[in-house]
Nanobody
Framework: VQLQASGGGLVQTGGSLGLSCAAS????????MGWFRQAPGKERAFVAA????????NYDDSVKGRFTISRDNAKNTVYLQMSGLKPEDTAVYYC????????????????????WGQGTQVTVSS
């Protein structure tokens, strides 16, 4: 499975930004999908994940109420809509696919994901 993330950019505090992750190859419709982020000098951290059927999103507490993960299986694409952005949201954002368990579990550890996109930079200015 190849994952291509896009949509990053520069935004002011309080602004909004939408990320997309297009999947090709394999069976992405059967995979749970996740978004992670990595700030300079920090480990890659969980942001949000969604099951294969799109009914059970899961969020890190730091983004609850501000970020929304969704997916369109007809387009093999996962989205992350971000609003109320803060400078601490600045990071490289990665999408990832978890091929285990038919996509019914939303994992939060990077090691549980099989496939990764290349990352897209999100910068929030204060």
């Amino acid at each position: 499975v190849q994952l291509q993330a896009s949509g990053g950019g520069l935004v002011q505090t309080g602004g909004s930004l939408g990320l997309s992750c297009a999947a090709s190859g394999g069976s992405p419709r059967n995979y749970a999908m996740g978004w992670f982020r990595q700030a300079p000098g920090k480990e890659r951290a969980f942001v949000a994940a969604i099951t294969a059927n799109g009914r059970s999103p899961n969020y890190d507490d730091s983004v609850k109420g501000r970020f929304t993960i969704s997916r369109d299986n007809a387009k093999n694409t996962v989205y992350l809509q971000m609003s109320g952005l803060k400078p601490e949201d600045t990071a490289v954002y990665y999408c990832a696919a978890d091929s285990r368990f038919g996509g019914v579990i939303t994992a939060q550890r990077p090691v549980e994901y099989d496939f990764w996109g290349q990352g897209t930079q999100v910068t929030v200015s204060s």
